[in-house]
């Protein structure tokens, strides 16, 4: 029996890029994966005060199972009430590639999808995109499509080159749709390593500088498209000290280079309203979890290691809403 993301206290993206485009920010978009995560993104949300989409791929969907997934989108809602603050909520797939997929998170409570026809030839992304529009828009649910292909790996996305997105080609694609929201390719990538170090540059403190994002191609579009909803995914900073840290106590994460926060910062001020971060979160906990393991070798309570990953989680992502993404007291 299908059950409508309303029932589960959630909403969907379109008053939310509403408010955020007026208000020049981007409302944060995190992937989680588990319980952790979850208290995580919320507990942020809701001291910041922010709204936020919380982000499910179709891996992290078979990991923490579809029906447990819609108790706990569910479960968010009433968190962030107990913890004083109602805030807007959005259950979303991140990087749905079938019809399928996409009518079956619907069907669970999902309030918002995403298609990613983007590694198909345009004309069967258009047509792709299209079928999931026409069920998603039954059930009121916001559907997001890609033009462009991101490089790197993250979860079950994968891809070797990046292609820009053709300004050009948004009008048609927009109106041939009925997307709500559109994922472009403008320099962002997939995974913790976005960029080899022969692309980069080197800072006088020998920091690896990425090249700019392509922001001639957003200006372009955004003229193709006046106040149409933007979403940049790939879009993790890979903060330095976090990788320090990872590669301190064992890891070895070697020239991971992300985005620069002013940059995604100026993103958030234009049409970009959804900025998609997942890697940087995975560093974070990564990096608390490590160094319990490496100063507490005897510690074998999960308590004790996800729990300081839970923290240093959320104050990455309480950073975020309030110095780059610009959400913080939105709501």
């Known amino acids: 029996m299908a059950v409508s993301y309303r029932e589960l206290g959630l909403v969907n993206t379109r008053e939310m890029f509403k408010k955020a485009m007026a208000g020049k920010y981007a409302v944060p978009a995190y992937n989680f994966n588990n319980m952790e995560q979850l208290q995580a993104i919320i507990a942020a949300c809701v001291e910041t005060r922010s709204p936020v989409i919380l982000q499910v791929s179709s891996g992290a969907r078979k990991y923490a199972d579809a029906t447990l997934l819609r108790y706990m989108a569910k479960g ?59 069920y998603a828009h039954k059930f009121d649910v916001t559907v997001e499509g890609e033009l462009g292909q991101l490089a790197g790996i993250e979860d079950e996305v994968s891809a070797e080159h990046s292609t820009y997105t053709r300004p050009d080609e948004v009008i048609d694609f927009v109106k041939k749709t009925g997307v709500d929201s559109l994922a472009i390719s403008i320099g962002t990538s997939h995974g913790a390593t976005k960029f080899k170090p022969e692309q980069c540059t080197l800072s006088p403190d020998g920091v690896l500088i990425p090249p700019p994002l392509r922001f001639d191609i957003l200006e372009e579009v955004e003229k193709q498209l006046p106040g149409f909803p933007i979403v940049l995914h790939g879009s993790s900073s890979v903060p330095v000290e976090q990788v320090k840290i990872i590669n301190q106590y064992g890891g070895k994460m070697k020239d991971a280079v992300g985005i620069p926060e002013e940059q995604l910062r100026k993103a958030a001020s234009s049409a970009v309203c959804k900025i998609n971060i997942d890697s940087d979160g995975r560093l974070a906990m990564t990096a608390a979890i490590r160094k319990v393991f490496a100063e507490k070798p005897s510690e074998f309570d999960p308590r004790k290691y996800l729990g300081p990953a839970r923290d240093a989680l959320k104050e990455l992502y309480k950073h975020k809403n309030i110095n780059v993404l610009g959400s913080a007291n939105r709501v």
């Open 76 to 134: 968010a809602v009433e968190y962030a009430k107990k913890l004083g603050v109602e805030i807007p909520i959005t259950l979303h797939l991140d990087h749905g590639d079938t019809l399928e997929l996409c009518k079956d998170c619907i069907d669970n409570g999902f309030s918002s999808v995403m298609i990613d026809g983007s590694h198909h030839p345009y004309e069967k992304n258009v047509e792709l995109t299209r079928q999931v529009v026409e």
